[in-house]
């Protein structure tokens, strides 16, 4: 039985945001899916020049596993040594995206804990109690 992969670090979405700003080769690798996308929102990332990486780790509706995730994010990101924030809902898919790319081979990558909108409130609701927009981090919707 072979080892399970290597933990792979959080940053809060702030860590990951100063990366982003920092002028260090560093990358969002958002992996929800196209309908969260275009219904719950995008981090804006516009004051960094760049984009977030939009790649799904799972397909909407059925939610299985993209076979051709690591191809196309190593096409998107072909340089290796790039730090790599994963980004999801509340921070699992984007741990499996994270796992599956450092398999691949890229050392620098990192679960941005709590996500987008993170855990639900009292009443059920996301984005109020942690995560990317409940830091106050720029977000757009569509």
């Known amino acids: 039985m072979s080892p399970p992969p290597a933990d792979i670090p959080d940053a ?3 860590e990951a945001y100063e990366a982003l700003q920092g002028g260090q080769d560093a990358r969002l690798v958002d992996v929800r899916t196209r309908a969260e996308w275009a219904f719950v929102g995008l981090p804006d990332l516009s004051d960094t020049g760049q984009d977030p ?6 397909t909407f509706p059925s939610m299985t596993v993209d076979p051709a995730f690591g191809e196309a994010l190593e096409s998107a990101c072909p340089q290796k040594t790039t730090a790599l924030y994963f980004l999801c809902r509340s921070g699992a898919r984007s741990l499996a995206a994270a796992r599956e790319m450092r398999s691949r081979g890229y050392p620098n990558v990192f679960n941005v804990k709590d996500g987008f909108e993170g855990p639900p409130d009292a009443e059920g609701h996301r984005g109020h109690v ?3 927009k409940a830091n106050n981090l720029p977000w757009r919707q569509n």
């Open 130 to 132: 942690a995560g990317w």
């Open 12 to 14: 809060s979405p702030a």
């Open 53 to 58: 990486i939009l790649i799904e780790w799972q």
